[in-house]
């Protein structure tokens, strides 16, 4: 491995350190509850620890590439509890995003975690927007990290001429995830074209092809 690589992984171990130690979820009273099939009333369950194994704590094929062969040009790779059970009641999760050329991961928010992002490889347009409307926006490269606060709509695009990769780590073991342009035009029943004229002064010409796609998902 190169001297530059080992440098990045070095750094971005140490963000998911001191990231880690600052866990928004509750903290568990017991080393640890691998989580495993539904209680008989469908409550989570925890392993015996005595039948706990190395594998609980483990995943592997964050090194392969998500397929970016969609409309959005993006794919995320979530590791949760549900690909490690041991990460259960831990308070923390990990995510990989590909992105093909101009890929873009849309407006959505987390409603249960703070996001800190790394570029692993590319050139990215990220941004958030405050409480206030305010767009916080940067370019960042390879090495860069940046922060989404908990909450808050916020975006990533690849504006670079190849693919890019980012790693994401939240302090939640359920963040949550609401994409807003879904919410908006693709709720299930719609929302009111007339709500959606009004508040975006377009006519229902307008309205109707942007709910469109999200019909046929």
Do not use: W
């Not at 390879?142 to 994401?168: C, T, W």
Request: glycine share 8%.
């Amino acid at each position: 491995m190169a001297l530059g690589s080992n440098i990045l992984l070095i750094g971005f171990v140490s963000t998911i350190t001191c990231f880690v130690a600052l866990a928004s979820d509750n903290n568990s009273v017991q080393d640890f509850c691998v989580s495993q099939a539904k209680g008989s009333a469908g409550e989570s369950v925890c392993k015996d620890p005595k039948t706990v194994n190395e594998n609980d704590f483990f995943t592997t094929g964050l090194h392969i590439s998500g397929n970016t062969s969609n409309a959005v040009g993006s794919y995320v790779t979530l590791i949760d509890a549900a690909r490690i059970p041991g990460l259960n009641t831990l308070g923390i999760s990990l995510a990989r995003t590909d992105y093909a050329p101009l890929g873009t991961n849309p407006p959505h928010t987390h409603p249960r975690a703070s996001e800190i992002f790394t570029v692993i490889e590319g050139t990215l347009r990220v941004g958030f927007v405050t409480s206030e409307f305010r767009h916080i926006t940067k370019v960042l490269n390879r090495g860069d990290v940046f922060v989404f606060p908990e909450g808050l709509v916020h975006y990533s695009q690849n504006i670079g001429n190849g693919n890019a990769v980012a790693i994401s780590a939240l302090n939640s073991q359920n963040p949550g995830i609401y994409f807003v342009p879904n919410a908006v035009f693709g709720a299930k029943p719609d929302i009111s074209a007339d709500i959606l004229t009004k508040i975006f002064q377009v006519n229902k010409n307008v309205v109707d092809e942007l709910q469109a796609p999200f019909k046929q998902m």
